[in-house]
């Protein structure tokens, strides 16, 4: 750590990246790296931003809020179904919520359909969904081939929250553990999250973190309104013709 504290002084403060890249080694703490980059991004201030920039922003939000809004509503009664369902299939709530970390690492509670056990992970502590996991229960199962899981994550939308399209939003456990392997990994939280991504129509629910690393990476490169609705157009055609499996 001295030597992390040194090369700041030194040279005054990088950003994350710049720091992780020069000094990161075994002794490294990567919850004070993890603090100092969410801090790095909360700093961050918009100077710069052109006017036409400022639109495609405001527009960008003004097209999440009203489609998740139209969504929700014309969806309702397939809701009130699944919710009926999940009930007589497993004891437990309706909703899962857990905390998750958002755009600046501001932390958020998730809302999603309950497709596990109730207390799915009291035995085995904050883990990834694994292939063929016996924890999915029968309805679960269904809801995310088909992922109806995922839909009342629109209330996040609304909420501000997430977007339609982004980096899948993880547990702050996850990004503890991977990030020793991985510190590109808080590059993530540069955009906000998203229900759908390029990670999520190029792969799935076990598709290699590294894989949906790069995938969130060239996103947030390369993100513009247009990429988005392409997104959002793959992703209906995939849940749709029931592709691409959760």
Known sequence: ?????TFVLSTGYPGIMGILRETLNPSTDVRIEKLRY?????EAKPEGISFLQHLTNFIHSAINTIFSLIFL???????????????LDSPGPVFFKQE???NGGKIFRITKF??????????????LARKDDDRITRAGQVLRHLR??????????LAGQMALVGPRPERP?????????WPEFFKRLEAKPGITGL??????????????????????????LWLDLKIIAITAYICLLKKGAC
Not at 1 to 5: D, G, P, S, T, V
Not at 74 to 87: D, E, F, G, T
Request: hydrophobic letters at 45%; aromatic letters at 8%.
């Open 173 to 181: 456990e996850i990004y503890d553990n991977i990030v020793k392997d």
């Open 73 to 87: 509503i014309a969806a309702s009664p397939i809701l009130l179904i699944v919710a009926i369902w999940i009930k």
């Open 148 to 157: 109806i899981d995922e839909i009342p994550q629109m209330f996040n939308v």
């Open 38 to 42: 969410i801090e790095t991004l909360k």
């Open 100 to 102: 998750r970390m958002g």
């Open 114 to 127: 309950r497709t596990m056990i109730s207390d799915a992970e009291k035995q085995t502590g904050p883990i």
């Open 1 to 5: 750590m001295m030597k992390l504290f």
């Open 199 to 224: 990670a999520q129509i190029r792969g799935g629910y076990h598709t290699d973190p590294r894989d949906k690393l790069r995938y969130d990476l060239l996103y947030i490169k390369r993100r513009t």
